[in-house]
């Protein structure tokens, strides 16, 4: 039995965030596993959504609740007893922040520090893993990566709730759910986990460059690209989700030994430097995997986005013996078929379980 299934099987974890793209493919995966996903989130947005497609709504115990309110989520939580939490949650988008500012902040921000107060009235022991993004690093446009010493920050609204919120769990691992006092005041293991654009079939979110190539390529179009020397840390979504899973279970390993206090931190889950490409690197590799064409659309009053931020990931190493396992092309070649095998009318969820399947033969060793 894999060191995962053997972790994670029986286990009762709670993943907000579970009806958006990347919570859909944790649960599919935690399901795998064998454990019971008890989920709280929004509605599904997108169309298609790829919750629906999983049908997860009946293979999860399935709550819509905001985590703005805080007794209301207190109350799933305290009901669920959970043995693990992983807080994927929020609002996501970089663009949408500008326009949402008070939301943004309200969600990603206050959202975890609901969630966090809480875990303070469990009463068994329970690992914590916070998901924010490489955004939360203030980033200085420097050619070097980011470790996980680097401080907090932020430009836009999103990135800036980000930091927040890391901020946030520090306080709390701190005042709360110290290291040094673990299995005397409280019981809580809690570790946060920063990871960059994330790519994989299943994503039918607007204004995300992955989808939005699909979507114009299965339309015949070419594909408009509004920032083709961006680089970003490209990665399979499993990737930074197989990351999640490891620190879940490392949080659970011998509580109080020295490790596992060094565990109880902020860890970042990026790709291999090699990954790290522009946005037309990125569009140029998906059409050779379905054919088209792309146009410059690059706008001069456009809103500040992020250029250069890469990753490192020496600590995930270190500590977790987590290294990335799908490089640049094969991560693309992954996402390009599923989203081509989806529209030849593949069972989405085949499609997911059978990567997921293949994902784990090299990764869970
Ligand atoms: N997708 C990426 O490339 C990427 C990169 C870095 C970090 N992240 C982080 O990963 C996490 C998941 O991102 P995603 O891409 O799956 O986003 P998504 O938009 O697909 O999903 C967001 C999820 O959060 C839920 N949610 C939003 N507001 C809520 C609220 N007020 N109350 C309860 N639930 C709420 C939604 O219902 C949904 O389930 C987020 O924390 C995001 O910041 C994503």
């Not at 565990?263 to 990954?275: H, K, L, R």
Request: glycine fraction near 6%.
């Amino acid at each position: 039995m894999s060191s995962l299934r053997n972790h994670y099987a029986g286990k009762k974890v709670v993943l907000t965030g579970h009806t958006g793209f990347k919570g859909s493919w944790m649960s599919e995966w935690l399901l795998n596993l064998g454990a019971d996903v008890v989920g709280i989130s929004l509605e599904p947005q997108d169309n298609p959504s790829f919750f629906e497609q999983l049908n997860l709504r009946d293979r999860t115990e399935h709550h819509i609740q905001d985590i703005r309110d805080s007794v209301k989520l207190a109350e799933i939580v305290k009901v669920a007893q959970p043995d693990i939490v992983f807080h994927l949650a929020a609002q996501p988008l970089v663009r949408y922040s500008y326009d949402h500012p008070v939301e943004t902040f309200d969600t990603n921000v206050m959202g975890t520090v609901h969630l966090l107060d809480a875990l303070r009235t469990l009463e068994n022991p329970c690992e914590a893993v916070i998901i924010t993004t490489d955004k939360c690093y203030e980033n200085k446009e420097v050619d070097r990566p980011y470790d996980e010493e680097d401080p907090m920050g932020g430009y836009d609204p999103y990135s800036a709730s980000k930091g927040a919120c890391e901020l946030v769990v520090s306080s709390y691992r701190r005042s709360f759910f110290h290291p040094d006092d673990y299995g005397k005041s409280h019981q809580i293991s809690l570790a946060s986990a920063r990871a960059g654009n994330v790519i994989g079939g299943g994503d039918w979110a607007l204004d995300r460059i992955v989808p939005d190539c699909m979507r114009t390529l299965a339309e015949g179009k070419p594909i408009p690209v509004r920032n083709p020397v961006a680089t970003r840390p490209w990665q399979h979504v499993l990737e930074p989700l197989g990351g999640y899973l490891v620190l879940g279970m490392k949080l659970a390993d011998h509580p109080g030994s020295n490790v596992w206090k060094e565990v109880c931190s902020g860890f970042n889950f990026g790709p291999d430097p090699e990954s790290n490409r522009s946005v037309k690197e990125l569009v140029e590799q998906i059409l050779t995997c379905w054919s088209g064409a792309w146009e410059d659309q690059s706008d001069p009053n456009a809103v500040h986005e992020a250029g250069l931020l890469n990753l490192s990931i020496q600590k995930a190493d270190r500590l977790l013996n987590w290294q990335p396992v799908w490089q640049f092309d094969s991560a693309i070649n992954q996402t390009v078929t599923w989203y081509k095998r989806a529209s030849e009318d593949a069972d989405p969820r085949e499609l997911t379980v059978s990567q997921i399947v293949e994902y784990m033969e090299l990764f869970d060793r």
